[in-house]
């Protein structure tokens, strides 16, 4: 009995240092990992605050407007006015989709008068 | 626990019988008591020190483990642990109050030169003579064999710079990094931003330092490594500061003046939403600080906040809103007006020699912006009271905005206070302010009464001020200075659907030496919109503007600052939200009247 304990021993005690010797290894290798996404992570919050400027620099307010007045033909933008301030019964909105299929005669014309009292009641 | 008597009648009487001492009974009895008394004392004593020893115990197995894990462990950084934005920002941010950009940090390169790595310094002088054609080749290779081992040659490089500085291929051509503060909207808010500079300059790093304006001002804050991540935002909103130095600059032109500022500001809150000054600059590139000549002649100079004007007539609200308030008048009240009013050896003129007297209501007098009828209102007010009052609007101390220029442009006022300055100051003479402070002023009447600290950091809590015109006081005021736009001087300033109240103010600039010139004047508009439910706070001050499409030279505010100020609100205020309001047309010929 006692000489099989010693061989299972010994063989945990194998077992043991082989698990040791790979876990050190895993985990040199994660810390390399981690150091080099951090490099990765600054490198990319530099450029990230670059991103940033550079997106400041092309939405200044004068670039804008230079690129509204190249673009007048295609874009028709105007500084913003008092008089663009409108409410909103002033829009056209789509009108009430027409009811189709009506199986009776003058169909058309049962559906436009639907339509016409559906839009009268929307505000 | 039963107690055992001393003395047991059972074994005294006993013990009598037998002819013994009693009292050796009771002797023995109490060496037991007390020997019962001693154990239980020792036991509890035994507990407390078994305690204090395992307490003693775990501390110092505590306090030795943890030197032995410090001692046994090497000394390394937590690498585990993840970076945070602060380490790479060296300064924080400066955003407008919607988050946009005023100022960021670039990473970018410096260029230096260790002379005794140089192979032939003949050849990299002429070299970088041609990549920056402001350097000297002969003073830079002068400099190489000079003996030094070390020169700084460019404190910042952009890309192409530097790839064509590899190209020379110099191994004495080094490269330090940099981290360079940018304005990506160039002259945007340049008076506000101030600019920044290098400081300490190592080779692998520089500190940047702010020095002017907001920059200068939160320095500290903005260099705090524990705040770098988060950057600072101020009052300020991009849109709007842009179109109101578009307008400013155009008006600036149009009225060929030498410079002029303007400023909004929210009545309740004191947010300063926009501050222009112009001529501007490009704090990217900013300008030297001017050594000789005026200090307004240079771009840098901030007229919003440095420049110290008499600001003439708009003063005269003030001495109109303290009567009402003190109760000697009320806006319909007739006071005399008839010019000229001779003061001792003074005489107190209307403006081209008018007379709007004899008689003239407090109204009409703010409307047709009369001297003579304010005089005789300061009079009735009296001098001490209007310091007071003019004190606690913060006109006779220099603003306390966060801009580092602000301290230095103390309002200027005369050390004594006599009879004649009481009259001059109601109508805005002799006394004189920053546009800022007028702004401050105006804002705290018309967000009605309560005195308006100017900042240009946006405000997280409600503004707390004391209370200085009642409400319903300064309703009156703002109605007053409504009539100023509708039928008034300033009839240019009216905006359709905002129902603009200002006034105006002309002053002539002062000379040198004393006395005033006759063509060189500041003129004010200070407005207030929309009159029904004041929300924003324009002044507009163009320097020495003239007005040139009629026959003479027109240098009144009603015709230079007020345009500009329309302009100005008819761009800004959809830009701030504002819908614009229908105003209830006045019913002509009905009056109010009680039977």
Redesign the interface.
Known sequence: MRPVLYVLSFLAVMALGFWAYRENYATQAS?RD??NL?NE??TL??SL??E??????L????RL?DLATLNFDRLELL???????GVTSQITFPPAPLITNLPIEGGEMVSGTLAATKEAQTP | MTRTPLRPLARILHARQRGENPDSIERENLRLRHEVMRDKSRGSAQVRLVILALCFFGAFTLIGARMGTIAASEPIEPRTASAGTEIDAGRADIVDRNGRILATNMLTHALYVQTRDLIDPARVARELAVIFPDLDEKALLRRFIDGRSFLWVRKVLSPEQMQMVHEIGDPGLLFGPREMRLYPNGTLAAHVLGGSSFGAEGVNSAEVIGTAGLERFADARLRDPAQAGTPLVTSLDITVQAAVEDVLGAGITMMNAKGGAAILMDVNTGEIVALAAGPTFDPNDRPANPTSGEPSDSPLFNRAVQGVYELGSTFKIFAAAQAIELGLLTPETLVDANAPMYFGKFKINEFEGHNYGPLLSVSDIIAKSSNVGTAHIAMMIGGERQQAFLKALGLFDASPVELVEAKGAKPLRPARWPEIVTITAAYGHGISGSPLNLATAYASIANGGIKVTPTLLKRTEPMQGERILSKRVALLAVGMMRRVVTEGTASLGDVPGYAVAGKTGTAEKTKRGGGYYDDKVINTFASVFPANDPKYVLVVTLDEPSENTGSKPRRTAGWTAVPVAAEIIRRAAPLLGMRPQVEAASLDGLVAVKN
Not at chain 1, 59 to 62: C, E, K, L, Q
């Open positions: 810390l981690v150091t951090q992570i600054g919050r530099e605050s670059i940033r400027a550079e997106w400041a620099y939405n200044r307010p004068d407007r500084p913003m006015l008092p008089s663009q301030f």
